[in-house]
């Protein structure tokens, strides 16, 4: 998307960007709006994680889209579209479901909402799968020097169809609210406004196709 902080005209942005607010130094966001070159998306996703980890971050919160083709009987049931994965594996926040629930740890070859769930369900989520399985091997010579402890990695994504619900954004921001909120000591109670870019995506889709416009 556009840059969310611009105003109703969303002016050119780059393929990542970086916000940093002085209002919450303690808090960092990067945007990224392009897809790693062909074959290097565990090195980018390494590269991310140390220059992280050397930047001091201690926690990283990953949002990220997921495809509802794996979805299965037991998401169906669920009333929430969202599901979340960390690493490590114990930093899961209880308020959501980890990706794979009720499924066995032989069927995911580890837990529900681990690595092991990423490297089996996690799919058209861009770095996201990449940067949990990355974290989840912090004594790997990725992360020098060892004096370094490697970030914590959290992952909240939301299942995704061909045609985005946008009731879906508004829910994985509630969650992130109240993910971010305790540790930075944001105030979340108060209502949540649809930024300029979300408004400007909305019209763009609710356009008909340009196959289906008629010239009179």
Avoid at 157 to 163: I, K, L, P, Q
């Amino acid at each position: 998307m556009a840059n969310a902080f611009e105003g109703k005209v969303p002016a050119i942005t780059t393929a990542a960007e970086l916000y940093q607010a002085s209002s919450m130094p303690m808090l960092s966001m990067l945007q990224l709006r392009s897809g790693a070159a062909e074959g290097k998306r565990q090195t980018l996703a390494k590269e991310l994680l140390r220059w992280a980890q050397d930047a001091g971050v201690s926690q990283i919160l990953i949002l990220a889209p997921c495809s509802a083709h794996v979805k299965r009987d037991a998401d169906l049931r669920a009333a929430s579209q969202l599901r979340v994965l960390a690493s490590p594996a114990s930093d899961l926040p209880a308020q959501l479901l980890p990706l794979g629930h009720e499924m066995s740890e032989v069927e995911l070859a580890g837990l529900p909402g681990s690595a092991a769930a990423a490297r089996a369900l996690l799919r058209g989520s861009g770095l996201a799968r990449p940067l949990i399985e990355a974290a989840a091997e912090p004594h790997s010579p990725s992360f020098s020097p060892p004096s370094r402890v490697a970030p914590s990695v959290c992952c909240i994504c939301g299942f995704t169809n061909e045609t985005l619900d946008w009731r879906l954004p508004e829910e994985m921001v509630k969650a992130v609210c109240g993910y971010l909120g305790p540790r930075l000591g944001m105030d979340c109670a108060r209502p949540l406004l649809p930024p300029p870019s979300w408004q400007l995506a909305q019209k763009v889709q609710m356009q008909p196709p340009m196959e289906n416009l008629q010239l009179w």
